[in-house]
């Protein structure tokens, strides 16, 4: 139950993952929008972020350079698998 998207992930044990990234392509909705509906899972968490890719300058010897912009991830429900804390009983313990 944690919000950890890593394929991988564990110290000292290592532990795989169920963690699938999807591509979906959208669509304009006005000049310069885009919409994403992304629902809330029934259990556990979605992240999702979105990429765009513009077209960019061409140099005089025809070599192309996109623009490239990425959103931050979102993690939908806004929860947490375990219980706000606070104070002392917050610290961890080094062995």
Same mark, same amino acid.
């Given at each position: ?68 912009? %990425?959103?931050?991830? %979102? ?10 804390? %606070? ?9």
């Amino acid at each position: 139950g944690r919000r950890d998207f890593r394929l991988i992930a564990g110290y000292p044990k290592v532990d795989l993952q169920d963690v699938f990234w999807a591509h979906f392509a959208m669509q304009p909705v006005a000049p310069n929008t885009w919409k994403a509906n992304v629902p809330t899972p029934a259990t556990g968490w979605r992240a999702q972020m979105l990429h765009f890719k513009f077209p960019g300058v061409t140099t005089f010897g025809g070599d192309q350079f996109p623009y490239e912009f %990425s959103t931050q991830i %979102s993690i939908i429900p806004n929860t947490f698998p375990f219980p706000d804390c %606070s104070g002392s009983g917050c610290y961890g313990h080094l062995l």
